[in-house]
């Protein structure tokens, strides 16, 4: 049940919220993983059920307790807070090194020819001879 309802969430992050906040996700990581994950997370907090838990005090918030919903909701926080803060450094220190963005020249003709003087697939840009 949670993987039919994280389907719907992911989409919707991906084609609506995305967009909507400009961010440059080229691979939906964000949308797909982030989003899905936290979503799962939540509903685990909510849905754990007493014979899933590994004990009688971690079950899920419409069986009687928070505590599990709480401690993941601390996770999550936790770990965005953790892999902005890291993801932020990891970008300071390589930008000290190289640009991170192309130019929008580049960008427009394709990363494949203005990076590397090649294109990885010619059929789809109506180059194949």
């Not at 939906?28 to 936290?38: E, F, N, P, Q, S």
């Not at 754990?48 to 307790?65: E, W």
């Not at 953790?82 to 993801?87: F, I, K, T, Y």
Request: glycine share 12%.
């Amino acid at each position: 049940m949670i993987g039919l309802m994280v389907s719907p969430v992911c989409f919707y992050a991906i084609a609506i919220v995305k967009h909507k906040l400009g961010y440059d996700d080229a691979l939906d990581a964000l949308g797909c993983h982030g989003i899905g994950g936290i979503f799962g997370g939540i509903v685990t907090g909510i849905f754990t059920t007493p014979d899933l838990a590994l004990d009688k005090v971690n079950i899920g918030l419409i069986y009687g307790s928070p505590r599990l919903l709480l401690v993941i909701l601390m996770a999550i926080v936790f770990t965005v807070a953790w892999s902005a803060l890291v993801s932020f450094g990891i970008i300071k220190v390589i930008g000290h090194f190289m640009t991170l963005r192309v130019s929008d020249r580049e960008e427009a003709i394709g990363l494949d020819d203005s990076e590397h003087g090649e294109t990885a697939y010619p059929t789809f840009m109506g180059l194949d001879s």
